[in-house]
């Protein structure tokens, strides 16, 4: 292996977003220099050969196209790839949007699951566990409280070379996940060298800070060489008060349902009188009787006054029957984290030698983060069913009322902890008679701990206003929870508020590989390239949860509903699965330069398949036990017909396998309540009916498969030196998704018309009643998307300037899902709806000279549409209004400026010698996407997560020193 000095190595060479390294290199370079110098790929094969010679679609991202984004972390500088439709990011630890507004599969990296600010990538949209993450060509681990993905946030920038991400489906060469594509992150290997770097970013106006440090020393010897790297990231909090992200704006009318978010009520209550969720006859004659509403109206809801102590009300007081304004109550707004704060530390250390013509490679990583956020208050909007016998309901029947309780216990609280370990030993030799081999092993494990602080049991608090014993029951129809009636003695003495509460679980994988390639027939276009391996993998998952007391619906005698506190003791599941699988790969060389013909410059076809079975178990239930196989494969084709023309076309089949969590967690029963609005119409009607809701692992899930065709064309003219155009295809058909059914758009089934959006997941008796909903996770989703990726690079000098530009666009012509719950249920195709744009575009210039570089990068996403309805309360009865709401495209630029210090000075000292100021402006012009809607709602929807966040417009300042 060639050792090279610190200039040589470690000097950034330029490359760029989509650049494909060349395709010869000077005799001078051997051929196992390769991955140190980026001219060979690595990613979708187990045969190092050059880029074009895959017959994958190809982006590289080199260490200097990671520094030129300006972003400090590898989930930001990912963010510009138009193909990474991530609606995910770091800061989810704050939660931007609800689960139930999410997608099914977004849903494990949202609250608790993401309490720790997890990243990653979704190529295609397929879903962020179908793109694999690799980090050098091995399996990442998993992540998160219920794992299924990887977090691409503990490899920091610092230590990444390069890049790599093939955009087809890879199942044939890795096995499971490779659906959407394979990001392969190549960690550095430097020789020679020690370097440190200091960086810190602020946000424009105050409010954010990250702070980034860096340290790493390698040196060598005769046979060998080490590497020792630390990274130390931290990001204070910043909270809402700092962006205009949400859109604060409420609606000034409106049923509180209606308002998107958390802080837009008034403390004053508002009450609509019911009886079991039905209107009540008694209430509604009386209003008739007191000439408050015509004799063909319905009572609606109504706002108490203010000042209320919760005794002596009547009809008279309620007469105007005011609509329950809403209005944004901006101090709260520093209660709630838009980003967490986060302390991460990563420490690597590797080294390699010869023994007798043995290489051996060790390195272990370690890494740990710490993350922290405010979700706002510790309860908010709470509908309190209060019955005609608690002594404070003036009414005399039943009645719900809903209270704004936002800041009266204080502000929750969410911690994360992830500690995570991974250890690689390989071992590559040659064997006689033309055979090499390599034996790679790799362990990683993640603990993660998501603590909630200041949890409030708003169950608990219903069971108190549900008490008809003067000595509990809770007073909800005054001005404060706390301090009205006697509810501050009742409130100290129920448990209703939970200090603490924690889960935890650890993520474990370890694996083995060999590999053995070899080269057979020589043919006239070259020798035919073998490689054939087998691999051995063991996952598991051990998982803690509940600390929490939790208020369970039960039948009462002495009301439709009641509540009854119970313990939820912390239980302990733990899954595993067991993973053998065989590969090979066969490369066919048919025309080369040796014997290249009119049209067949070159011409190769690569071969892959995997077989791969597995076995899992469950310590909940032996009925989870889960087994699988599946067999896949690819095959490729790359035609140049010309020296500056390029043809690839690839077709492969993959599959997915169950999460863990999805597979061989227990099924958990919980008791809920619903709204049965079957045989009513209005808004509020119906009869609120005790169910058993099912969630957790569901036996009988089976392997999600896909089939991927790509096809595309590269020109690289002969008359423009550095420039390259590129365009393909890409159609993907991905069958048997696992989905959880609740978050389907609702469709009527045998005229079960039931609140909320999934009631064909309800079970009835005999008699008809709903007993119970299964909202566990099924494989009932087909998708199919098809689109053009197009990118165009220009890299050339002129007059001693060094100059580039690059650009690419990602076109989704269709995203069409399925549903297969039963007949009748139509496709619909997500173009253009949120996290589905229907085009994404990013570019970068730079120029260089004099030891000065300036570049700028740029992303954007088309606009999508954002349909809804709501219910206009200040009209009797209630109407509801359709709208069609749409983003504009917004325009995230970075600009970047460095200048090393030993190149502008020519009699630089020798401190000065290797030193480099960077600094830089991200998000210049303050963009975010941002949905505007009819002028008559007088707000704003709220942020589209189509790659956008909340930190708006960040500058930094940046050093570095090499030695």
């Known amino acids: 292996m060639r050792r090279c000095g610190k200039r040589q190595c470690n000097r950034p060479r330029g490359g760029g977003q989509n650049e494909e390294p060349d395709a010869e290199t000077d005799d001078g370079a051997a051929e196992d220099d390769a991955l140190e110098l980026g001219n060979q790929i690595v990613t979708g094969t187990r045969l190092l050969r050059a880029s074009w010679e895959t017959p994958g679609q190809m982006i590289v991202f080199s260490a200097e196209d990671l520094l030129n984004t300006g972003e400090p972390t590898l989930e930001r500088a990912l963010r510009q790839l138009p193909q990474n439709i991530n609606g995910t990011t770091e800061f989810g630890g704050a939660g931007l949007y609800s689960p139930d507004d999410a997608p099914a599969d977004s849903r494990r990296l949202l609250g608790t699951a993401n309490i720790n600010g997890s990243s990653t990538v979704n190529l295609r949209g397929l879903g962020e566990s179908a793109t694999l993450i690799l980090v050098n060509g091995k399996r990442a681990g998993d992540s998160g409280l219920l794992g299924g993905f990887t977090d691409i946030s503990e490899f920091p920038v610092s230590m990444i070379d390069r890049v790599e991400i093939q955009l087809d489906g890879a199942s044939a060469v890795y096995g499971s996940d490779a659906i959407g594509g394979v990001v392969n992150v190549i960690l550095k290997k430097d020789f020679d060298l020690a370097r440190v770097s200091l960086r810190r970013t602020a946000r424009t106006g105050g409010g954010l800070t990250e702070d980034n440090a860096t340290a790493s020393y390698s040196f060598s010897w005769d046979g060998g060489y080490a590497t020792f790297s630390w990274d130390g990231y931290r990001a204070s909090d910043q909270d809402l008060s700092t962006t205009s992200l949400l859109g604060l704006s409420v609606r000034p009318y409106g049923y509180p349902g209606t308002v998107r978010s958390r802080f837009g009520t008034p403390f004053n209550p508002s009450f609509s009188p019911f009886f079991g969720s039905q209107i009540s006859p008694a209430l509604n004659q009386a209003a008739i009787d007191a000439g408050l509403i015509e004799a063909d109206e319905t009572v609606r809801l109504v706002q108490l006054p203010v000042g209320q102590d919760g005794t002596g009300l009547s009809l008279d007081d309620v007469s105007s029957w005011t609509v329950n304004a809403f209005r944004t109550n901006e101090g709260r707004m520093e209660e709630i984290s838009v980003a967490p704060k986060s302390n991460r530390n990563t420490l690597r250390a590797y080294a390699s030698h010869e023994f007798g013509g043995i290489e051996v490679y060790g390195g272990i990583t370690w890494a740990t983060r710490r993350t922290g956020s405010r979700s706002g208050a510790a309860t908010g909007v709470t509908t309190f069913p209060v019955p005609a016998a608690n002594p404070y309901n003036p009414f005399g029947v039943f009645v719900n009322v809903d209270m704004d309780a936002s800041g009266l216990f204080g502000t929750k609280e969410v911690n994360g902890k992830r500690d995570s370990v991974t250890a690689d030993l390989d071992f590559s030799g040659t064997l006689g008679g033309g055979w090499d081999w390599q034996l790679r092993s790799r362990y990683s494990q993640r603990d993660v701990v998501s603590e909630s602080i200041n949890h409030v049991n708003r169950e608990a608090l219903v069971a108190l206003a549900m008490s008809d014993d003067p000595s509990q ?144 178990s469950s310590s909940a239930s032996a009925d989870l036990d889960s087994r699988y196989s599946s067999n896949v494969w690819s095959a490729g084709l790359v035609w140049r017909p010309a020296e500056a023309v390029a043809v690839r076309f690839n077709k492969s089949t993959g599959f997915r396998a169950p999460d863990l969590s999805s597979a061989l967690l227990s099924a958990r029963a919980t008791s809920e309540t619903i709204r049965d609005t079957r045989g009513c119409t209005g808004f509020f009607c119906g009869v609120s009916v005790p169910i058993t809701r099912i969630v957790g692992g569901a036996p009988g899930l089976r392997p999600e498969e896909s089939t991927s065709i790509t096809a595309g064309i590269e020109v690289r003219p002969p008359f423009a030196p550095g420039l390259a155009l590129r365009a393909s295809y890409y159609d993907t058909l991905y069958r048997d998704r696992i989905a959880v059914q609740c978050t389907i758009p609702a469709f009527s089934f045998s005229d079960l018309s039931l609140s909320g959006t999934c009631g064909y997941t309800f079970t009835l008796d005999a008699n008809g009643n709903i007993v119970s909903q299964d909202l566990r996770a099924t494989n009932i989703q087909l998708l199919d998307t098809s689109g053009w990726d197009y990118a165009l690079e220009w890299r050339f000098n002129a007059g001693g300037h060094a100059l580039g530009f690059s650009a690419s666009m990602t076109e989704v012509k269709e995203y069409i899902e399925d549903i297969n719950i039963f007949d009748g249920m139509p496709a619909v195709d997500r173009v253009g709806t949120p996290l589905h744009p229907a085009n994404r575009f990013s570019g970068s210039l730079f120029w260089e000279r004099w030891g000065w570089r300036v570049s700028l990068t740029a992303y954007t996403s088309s606009g999508v549409r954002y349909s809804s309805f709501y219910r206009d309360a200040s009209k009797f009865p209630t109407e509801q209004i359709d709208f069609m709401a749409k983003t504009d495209p917004a325009l995230v630029a970075n600009l970047r400026g460095s200048v090393d210090f030993g190149e502008f000075w020519v009699s630089a000292p020798p401190l000065m010698q290797d030193l480099r100021l960077s600094f830089g402006i991200n998000n210049v012009g303050k963009a975010y996407d941002k949905v505007k809607t009819d002028p008559q709602l007088d707000r704003q929807l709220g942020a589209v997560p189509n790659g956008f966040d909340a930190r708006g417009q960040l500058y930094y300042l940046e050093l570095s020193k090499e030695f």
């Open 473 to 616: 029951a809770l007073n909800v129809f005054g001005d404060s929870l706390l301090t009205d009636g006697n509810n501050a003695a009742i409130l100290a003495a129920a448990n209703f508020q939970v200090p603490y509460d924690r889960n935890d679980s650890v993520n474990q994988i370890a694996s083995s590989e060999l590999i053995v390639r070899r080269d057979w027939i020589r043919l006239p276009g070259g020798a035919v390239r073998s490689v054939f391996g087998a691999e051995w993998r063991r996952n598991s998952l051990d998982l803690s949860y509940g600390n929490t007391q939790w208020a369970a619906a039960v039948i009462s005698r002495n009301s439709p509903i009641g509540f009854a506190l119970g313990d939820d003791s912390p239980s302990a599941e733990k899954a595993r699965r067991r993973l053998r699988a065989a590969f090979a790969e066969l490369f066919v060389p048919l025309f080369s330069e040796a014997n290249a013909a009119a049209g067949l410059r070159d011409l190769n076809i690569t071969l892959s398949g995997r077989h791969e079975s597995t076995a899992g």
